[in-house]
């Protein structure tokens, strides 16, 4: 197995399931699942969850009555619930988990220290990266890519409702061309929405893959990093 330590990045919206918003208890135990297969096969596993199933600190301050720092805030506060949610769901499958916010809450979580994560990946344990990056105007997409940086982590693995990055929307399309690979500078001049272009521009300065794929495929995380590249799409 080539990577021994990886980041996975879900979306908020992946944990609402049908209804939308809120958090679904049966996704949530089907990721613990995936993630389990990942630890039990030797990986070491990094997590990082949006918020947008509860709040979008964009769409909060849309209409100017909250300013878009405090959205933001509200947004990273909204990725804190969600890691506990997800914590619960991992230990619940039998995984030990440590939780990090960048925002410090210590009767929740750790404060994310950079050494104390990667010791918890050494001894086996399972790490949510919380509050995104601590700052406002990041989104947890940037954070996903630095905390990935940061741990050392060889790929990191964005996890979606679609297999794959495609060159026009497949939902809307027909004629929809999936691509397999795509470069860096690919994916942020033709501004194809595998992630915002601050985490593809810290991605490509540091060499860091970045694999879409589809969470819904029972297994795919595994089979990814077993090298079967056939329901996802890679930038490098």
């Given at each position: 197995m080539a990577n021994k330590r990886v980041l996975v990045k879900f979306s908020g919206e992946a944990l609402a399931g049908e209804e939308g918003h809120g958090i679904d208890t049966q996704i949530l135990k089907y990721i613990a699942q995936e993630i389990k297969s990942?630890?039990?096969?030797?990986?070491?596993?990094?997590?990082?969850?949006?918020?947008?199933?509860?709040?979008?600190g964009v769409t909060a301050a849309q209409d100017g009555i909250i300013k878009r720092t405090s959205g933001d805030y509200m947004g990273m506060l909204?990725?804190?619930?969600?890691?506990?949610?997800?914590?619960?769901?991992?230990?619940?499958?039998?995984?030990?988990?440590?939780?990090?916010?960048?925002?410090k809450m210590e009767q929740i979580?750790?404060?994310?220290?950079?050494r104390k994560a990667v010791r918890h990946l050494e001894k086996g344990r399972v790490v949510i990266f919380a509050a995104g990056t601590g700052n406002p105007f990041f989104t947890t997409d940037t954070a996903a890519t630095l905390r990935a940086v940061e741990i050392g982590a060889e790929v990191i693995i964005k996890a979606t409702k679609v297999d794959g990055v495609?060159?026009?929307?497949?939902?809307?399309?027909?004629?929809?061309?999936?691509?397999?690979?795509l470069s860096y500078d690919?994916?942020?001049?033709?501004?194809?929405?595998?992630?915002?272009?601050?985490?593809?521009?810290?991605?490509?300065?540091?060499?860091?893959?970045?694999?879409?794929?589809?969470?819904?495929?029972?297994?795919?995380?595994?089979?990814?990093?077993?090298?079967?590249?056939?329901n996802c799409s890679i930038v490098k």
């Open positions: 990942l630890v039990e096969a030797g990986i070491e596993v990094g997590i990082v969850i949006g918020g947008g199933n509860i709040i979008r909204a990725t804190v619930i969600n890691g506990v949610a997800m914590q619960e769901a991992c230990e619940h499958a039998g995984l030990e988990v440590r939780m990090q916010t960048a925002i979580a750790e404060p994310y220290i950079n495609y060159d026009k929307d497949p939902a809307k399309f027909d004629d929809a061309k999936k691509l397999f690979e690919d994916a942020l001049n033709d501004h194809i929405k595998v992630m915002d272009d601050t985490s593809i521009a810290l991605a490509k300065d540091n060499r860091l893959p970045i694999i879409v794929c589809d969470m819904s495929i029972k297994g795919n995380l595994l089979d990814i990093l077993n090298g079967n590249m056939k």
